[in-house]
Every structure is written in structure tokens, then in C-alpha cells.
């Protein structure tokens, strides 16, 4: 599975972004998806998560009620819609895969290359 990640910019706080995560291969609907971010000096961290039917959702609580996860398994691409945008959401953002199921470690099979998002205040 290859994972190719976009949407990435600059926004003011309040604002909203949609990252997308574009995935490869006949398989990706078999896969758990995730999102994590990596602020400067700080540690690779999970953000959000999808099961592999879509029907089960997770959220780190610093994003719970402003991120939302979902996924198209016709179009192999898996979303992050991002609303009411903080400072301290600026970070490079990663989708990964993995098999079977959402873990909100690092132990993720596949990684995207990250996307850049910037939330200035």
C-alpha cells in the first residue's frame, strides 16, 4: 500500500482544513487507517483513526469535536476534516495503514509522506 497525503496549509485559527490521504493497491479497504502529527522537537502523535468498514471512529482528546475521520473505500482515500484550528495544531501530518485494527501507537505498516499545516493565531 502506497498512502500519498495533501491539503496542507496555512489558515488563521478558527479556521478549517480537509486533509485527504490517497491509498494504492486493491487491499485498502481491508486496512485500519490512520492520521498522526509531528509539531517541531516533539514526538510523532495520534491524532485520529478509522476501522477498516468505517464504523468505528477514534479520537486523541486534544481533537475530539473539532476532527473528523472518514473514509471512501470506492475512491481509496481516507479524510481528515479539521475545524476550529489552533495554534498548537501546526505540526506535518501523516496517514498510515496497518492490519487489523486502529492501534494509537506508531506501529502503523504504511506511512504518507506528510502534509504541512500551519494555523497561524
Known amino acids: 500500500v502506497q498512502l500519498q497525503a495533501s491539503g496542507g496549509g496555512l489558515v488563521q485559527a478558527g479556521g478549517s482544513l480537509r486533509l485527504s490521504c490517497a491509498a494504492s493497491g486493491r487491499t485498502f479497504r481491508t486496512y485500519a487507517m490512520g492520521w498522526f502529527r509531528q509539531a517541531p522537537g516533539k514526538e510523532r502523535e495520534f491524532v485520529a483513526g478509522?476501522?477498516?468498514?468505517?464504523?468505528?471512529?477514534y479520537y486523541a482528546d486534544s481533537v475530539k469535536g473539532r476532527f473528523t475521520i472518514s473514509r471512501d473505500n470506492a475512491k481509496n482515500t481516507v479524510y481528515l476534516q479539521m475545524n476550529s484550528l489552533k495554534s498548537e495544531d501546526t505540526a506535518v501530518y501523516y496517514c498510515?495503514?496497518?492490519?487489523?485494527?486502529?492501534?494509537?501507537?506508531?506501529?502503523?505498516?504504511?506511512w504518507g509522506q506528510g502534509t504541512l499545516v500551519t494555523v497561524s493565531s
Open positions: 478509522i476501522s477498516w468498514v468505517g464504523g468505528s471512529t
Open positions: 498510515a495503514a496497518r492490519q487489523p485494527i486502529v492501534v494509537v501507537t506508531t506501529d502503523y505498516d504504511y
